[in-house]
């Protein structure tokens, strides 16, 4: 159901269909990172099984940091939460993803690893190949869908903020880094990539050709959402894919856009993707509330707003994952 209280427009069948003459369901590519982009697929997995996720390559904390510094590889750590996610809900499943997720304790050299790292990165060595590694792990895992890099490289994240120095308020400095960007207390105002002009993984550019649906978030919008549209390849597939494009919102602003409205959320990505263009924009109802400018933001990159109640009932800013499938369910028409 959209904003205006009809039923969704304009149904796109999927390119294949079954042989009993019924389509498919549709082939739907998720972009994101960490948290957010486990959140989108967990549901996402429930209403299709025809499922990519396209995953930010940017991190530079924490295991996945001393990975990418000690062997020169991707960072593995957000690739290991999508897969994580794609686990199914059986019981070997659910081991799985629990094993992937593991972080040893300790001091020792093993200390804060995460057993998926390290088995990604292991396979990048063994196989030379970062696709052919991730599909590999998916394979052992049972994963119920993909997981692609969006760039062959892995990148940096440089954040131009305001108020970095408290005598200062006004002064425009910078900072690089996924983590010390994500943990700033400065405004960010915007971010690019460096290098700037990074190889896009090729599978995932023939992903986002091939499907009917793309969503971008939720997650931390500028480290995990905006760094996709900021990949010259990857976003001239965005916008040139005759899929349609849905934007889910985040529940609440929080980290790096703390005290951002939803409306601004949609302009910043406005501001640094101004060609892109949107068929819907799922939003919390509790976080569109008493927006006025969220309505207008959304249709001027022309789109449709859909607000629903999606956040768990314990009072946490967590989406629950029956209720998000079911919004994205009821927006692709499945």
Known sequence: MNATGQGWPGRRTSRSAAS????????????????GLSASLSALRRITDRLTAIVTVADDGGSSGRLRRELHC?????????????CGDDESGRTWADVLQYRFPGNGDLAGHAIGNLLIAGLWERLGDPVAGLDMVA??????????????VPLEIEAEVIGLD???????SHIRGQAQVAKTTAEVRAVNLVPGDPPACPESLQAVHEADWIVLGPGSWFTSVIPHLLVPELAEAIHGTSARRLLSLNLE??????GFSAARHVELLAEHAPHLRLDAVLADQRFAADDPHLAAWVRSLGAELVVADL???????????????????????I
């Open 311 to 333: 956040a768990v009932r314990d009072g946490s800013a967590r989406h629950d994952q029956l209720r998000l499938a079911s919004a994205y369910a009821e927006i692709m028409d």
């Open 166 to 172: 408290p005598l200062s308020p006004d002064e425009i």
């Open 253 to 258: 602003p929080a980290g790096e856009t703390a």
């Open 74 to 86: 991707l960072p593995p750590g957000d690739l290991r939460m999508a897969l994580a996610a794609l």
């Open 139 to 152: 394979r052992l895992l049972g994963a119920e869908g993909r997981v692609l890099p969006m760039a062959a």
């Open 20 to 35: 009993w003459g019924r389509p498919t369901l549709p082939a739907v590519v998720a972009f994101g990172g960490g948290h």
